[in-house]
């Protein structure tokens, strides 16, 4: 279905995979379009079929950044021509960070410039404790202007002034402390925490995850706090009374496990 990426389900766990393996997933157009076009299908799937989604890469990495092949290609686009493969790039990590299942991005080996703003997009990142890290555009004449609002909601203001103006390599651990990501395990450890986040995803009700999702993402980005006075009130209205709220309820006060956990 896909050339430069891999989709498949299994136990409502979606796995994505960036699959150019012999240049450690360095994406281009086409994987970014793939990208946008399979989370645009898993956008539209039924939670009884998916409940979360990993991204992560084959082969010795998680993903080398942008292909500097496709990038040297682009000077002789017009000046549209660039914004568009730009903005291309901006609505693929939008459509990450806006996914209404939850998102894993499993990162080895190394995760290096535009890398950073797709596992920045995800909702929890867990990488090898010696895994590499580096937002090194300045060091090639450009900036991480794409990947900037993901990465700076992850490490803030300063934390993205020290990574990004000095081009710094660093460790999975390092990337634990600056908040870039949210565990860096050795790989027992990580298979074990990547468990326990699967199973802690999984007991909680699959709408109220996505609604969840979309609160934060409204209070973050869209409104104002007198307007998230009304959203709140109305959006907790509506899950009390809807099918899935009343399970819940129902379930805690009857002292048994809701419809959704197996």
């Known amino acids: 279905m896909y050339k430069t990426i891999e989709f498949k389900i299994e136990n409502q766990i979606g796995y994505i995979y960036l ?61 549209e021509e660039n914004f568009q493969e730009s903005f291309k790039l901006s609505q693929c990590f939008n459509t990450i960070y806006s996914c209404k299942f939850p998102t894993i991005a499993l990162v080895h080996g190394a995760a290096i410039g535009g890398a950073n703003g797709l596992l920045a997009a995800c909702d929890f990142v867990l990488a090898d404790k010696n895994a590499v890290f580096s937002l090194s555009e300045v060091k090639i004449g450009i900036v991480p202007a794409c990947i900037s609002p993901y990465v700076m909601k992850r490490v803030g203001e ?13 460790s999975g651990k390092e990337a634990m402390r600056y908040g870039l990501v949210n565990w860096a395990l050795g790989e027992k450890k990580r298979k074990a925490k990547l468990d326990e986040l699967i199973t802690n995803l999984g007991s909680s009700g699959p709408i109220a995850v996505s609604q969840c999702k979309k609160l934060l993402y ?45």
């Open 158 to 170: 300063y934390k993205s002034k020290e990574l990004m103006l000095t081009g710094i390599r660093f």
């Open 218 to 262: 409204d209070m973050s980005n869209r409104l104002s706090h007198e307007e998230a006075m009304t959203y709140t009130a109305k959006m907790i209205a509506d899950l009390r009374k809807s099918d899935e709220g009343q399970e819940g309820m129902n379930s805690f006060l009857e002292k048994r496990k809701p419809n959704w956990v197996k």
């Open 19 to 79: 699959n150019r393996p012999e240049i450690h997933n360095a994406f281009n157009e086409e994987m970014i379009s793939e990208l946008i076009d399979c989370f645009a299908k898993v956008e539209k799937m039924d939670y009884k079929d998916i409940r979360l989604l990993i991204l992560e890469g084959r082969g010795p990495s998680f993903c080398a950044g942008a292909d500097l092949k496709w990038m040297k290609s682009v000077v002789n686009y017009t000046h």
